[in-house]
């Protein structure tokens, strides 16, 4: 039953953490494999959603734990070039282009934004989720769309974007 | 609230209209169906949000095997029994060790009383400094006993009252301090009464009813009376049950 009405969203989810297809499997996998064993634990059902997230995005902070810092990307001052993102722009993109442009986003940002556009949690339920005041929640998620959508803007156009990562950005200062 | 605060809080409405009754929108919405611009701005946001939706559905596609491998999965693991987990089983264990050990130093009311009797019928028993003040006179005994700041107004079965009185000493018993008054009676025999403050000794019967028992190879008495706790000692309980007979029945006599 919950595996029928969550694995999509929640693959999705781990991919958008991850990046990668093989590592949102494992992360999709270890989660339900942990439900399995504490189904018993979850008396409720209505909080199955809400605690395969979770428990996802535990499983993925303590993957990154345990590995060597993952380099994170910017977007640079050319975003205030860009022009507004619009229903049709999205439309043109291929795939890998949109989810690049939510992968390239500060994991902050993109964590809120993620389980908004997949399963369509309310804005309460990712709070919780992630431990954050409602008002942080709010802030994040607006300046998440902002940064998908100039990233989107950025490849719609064609133009060349200034990735750099955090740890050359602190190289050179 | 202006249209900037207004927008931050519209861009977490979801928009496929499920959050259409929730009260945290309802000032917003109700905002933006009065001013065009806002109004203008959200029906773009709910349309760009549904594309985005849309496209990173599809753009993030679900591997074909998955949805096979997770079903799998739940049908080669059992879910651990709540009573199973560690967590629990070592709950369990330290509440059933933690209980055992309360039981262990709870005192027993069983275990008092007869640790009690014992204790005198030894003291009874007690031939070397059987007495300390030797008196046959009991008001001499008494007043000792009173020097001593012990119990020295109690009741005295009549034929103890008949009996002679040999002398007296003050016991220990668990942190409570005993009077001790040894008898002979007419007959030869020997008796010991025990008197000690019932206070603080809740489990000790709180009535004047005789309980027998025996201890230490001696038949024991034991009764309560104006706050005080007497027992009898002597060699067999048709002795005892003699005394304490006298006693009701000169009690009656007074009565009548």
Same mark, same amino acid.
């Given at each position: 039953m919950a595996v029928n009405s969550h694995y999509e969203g929640l693959y999705r989810f781990a991919h958008s953490l991850a990046g990668n297809a093989d590592d949102a499997c494992e992360l999709t996998q270890e989660t339900f494999a942990q439900l399995a064993v504490k189904?018993?634990?979850?008396?409720?059902?209505?909080?199955v959603k809400s605690w395969l997230f979770t428990t996802l995005y535990r499983m993925y902070l303590g993957w990154k734990r345990r590995e060597t810092s993952l380099p994170h990307y910017e977007i640079t001052s050319v975003e205030n070039e860009l022009p507004p993102v619009t229903p049709e722009m999205v439309d043109k993109l291929e795939n890998e282009a949109v989810s690049a442009s939510l992968l390239e986003i500060e994991e902050r940002y993109r964590v809120p934004l993620a389980l908004y556009y997949f399963e369509n949690h309310s804005y309460a339920e990712i709070a919780q989720m992630l431990d954050i005041p409602i008002g942080t929640l709010m802030s994040r998620l607006s300046r998440g769309k902002e940064l998908m959508r100039k990233a989107l803007a950025a490849r719609s156009i064609g133009g060349e974007r200034k990735i750099i990562s955090i740890n050359q950005s602190r190289q050179r200062e | 609230m202006n249209n900037q605060e207004a927008k931050l809080i519209l861009q977490?409405?979801?928009?496929? &209209?499920?959050?259409?009754?929730?009260p945290f929108f309802a000032d917003v919405l109700e905002q933006a169906r009065r001013d065009p611009e806002l109004q203008k701005w959200f029906a773009e946001e709910i349309l760009l949000n549904t594309r985005l939706q849309v496209r990173l559905e599809a753009a993030i596609p679900v591997p074909s095997g998955l949805k096979a491998n997770l079903l799998a999965l739940r049908k080669t693991i059992r879910p651990v029994p709540w009573w199973f987990r560690p967590m629990n089983l070592a709950a369990a264990a330290v509440i059933l060790l933690s209980l055992g050990i309360v039981l262990l130093l709870l005192p027993q009311k069983g275990a008092q009383i007869e640790s009690f009797r014992e204790t005198m019928a030894r003291n009874s028993l007690q031939?070397? &400094?059987?007495?300390v003040f030797e008196s046959h006179d009991l008001a001499k005994i008494q007043q000792w006993l009173q020097d001593r700041g012990?119990?020295?107004r109690f009741d005295l079965p009549t034929m103890l009252q008949s009996g002679t009185p040999q002398g007296c000493r003050v016991v220990d018993w668990d942190g409570h301090k005993a009077t001790m008054v040894c008898f002979h009676l007419q007959d030869g025999q020997h008796m010991d009464l025990f008197v000690m403050?019932?206070?603080?000794?809740?489990?000790?019967?709180?009535?004047?009813a005789p309980q027998f028992a025996s201890a230490d190879g001696l038949m024991t008495t034991m009764w309560a009376k104006g706050g005080k706790l007497y027992l009898l000692t002597g060699q067999n309980q048709d002795d005892l049950e003699k005394v304490l007979q006298q006693t009701s029945t000169a009690l009656k006599k007074l009565k009548v």
């Open positions: 189904s018993g634990q979850l008396r409720d059902p209505s909080r | 977490a409405y979801r928009s496929n &209209g499920q959050d259409a009754s929730d031939t070397e &400094g059987h007495v012990m119990e020295s403050d019932r206070t603080g000794l809740p489990d000790f019967p709180d009535n004047s």
